[in-house]
Structure formats: structure tokens, C-alpha cells
């Protein structure tokens, strides 16, 4: 079972980083925390690794009426999105929604994840048709 919902972009990590929030931020969704794994790692392990950033992205609405639904619902929102360097291009990618009812199976959350995926892929979307454009 796939999981996540990826874009390739050809552009730098930090463009693509900034591209990402505003294309979240266009969406709904705003970014609550940033995880630089890269860095972290490098702190505490020593350990070299290819640039990797999570955000914690959240549309308030939608989180509500999912724990509304199911207060466990938290452990599995589609909150992290991840950038990182996938060779010599950029990978953006996002939790897909529907992960949520397929693994709790409660039909409640369907329309919370129907439109999280429509929003997101709506995101992913204007990363790539904004690199298009460039």
C-alpha cells in the first residue's frame, strides 16, 4: 500500500522549501513546526546526510473534524511534509489522507481525507506547474 504523494522538482532545496510553504499556505494549511533532520543529525550523531526538512503542516479546520471523528486520529493526520534532495532533484512529499481510513476504517474521516487530498494534491500540483512556468 502506498502512503505518501510525491512531486520531483528540478530546483534547488531551499527554493523548494520556500515554494512548498507557500504553496501549503495557499491551501490552508499553515506550517506549525520545522524539523531540520539534516542538521540534527549532524548535532547529535556526527552523521552526514542529503538536506531533509520536515514541516508540521496543519489546516486547522480539517484536524478538527478528523479528532472530532476519532480523538487517536492525531498519530496519523497528514501533517508532515517532507522535503528532501532525491539525487540531484528535490522530492516533496505528503502523507496520503486516505491512509487514515484505510488503516482505522472508519467512515466518518472519508470526506476529512477527500478533501485533505484534494487540497494537498492541489498543492503538489502548483509546485510543478509553478517550475514549469520558470
Known amino acids: ?3 505518501d504523494r510525491t512531486v520531483h522538482l528540478d530546483t534547488d ?3 523548494a522549501v520556500a515554494r512548498t510553504r507557500d504553496a501549503l499556505a495557499a491551501q490552508g494549511f499553515g506550517i506549525l513546526t520545522e524539523i531540520d533532520i539534516t542538521a540534527t543529525l ?3 550523531l556526527d552523521h552526514e546526510m542529503e538536506d531533509y526538512v520536515i514541516l508540521g503542516a496543519c489546516n486547522p479546520p480539517l484536524a478538527q473534524r478528523a479528532l472530532d ?3 487517536s486520529i492525531g498519530l496519523l493526520l497528514p501533517c508532515n511534509v517532507v522535503v528532501r ?6 522530492a516533496v512529499q505528503v502523507l496520503d ?3 487514515m481510513v484505510a488503516l482505522t476504517g472508519l467512515d466518518a474521516l472519508r470526506p476529512v481525507a477527500e478533501e485533505a487530498t484534494r487540497r494537498l494534491d492541489a498543492a503538489l500540483a502548483a509546485l510543478t506547474a509553478a517550475e514549469a512556468e520558470s
Not at 534532495?85 to 528535490?90: E, F, K, M, S
Open 42 to 44: 549532524k548535532a547529535k
Open 97 to 99: 489522507p486516505g491512509t
Open 85 to 90: 534532495r532525491d539525487g540531484d532533484r528535490t
Open 13 to 15: 532545496f531551499a527554493a
Open 1 to 3: 500500500m502506498r502512503y
Open 69 to 71: 471523528a476519532d480523538r
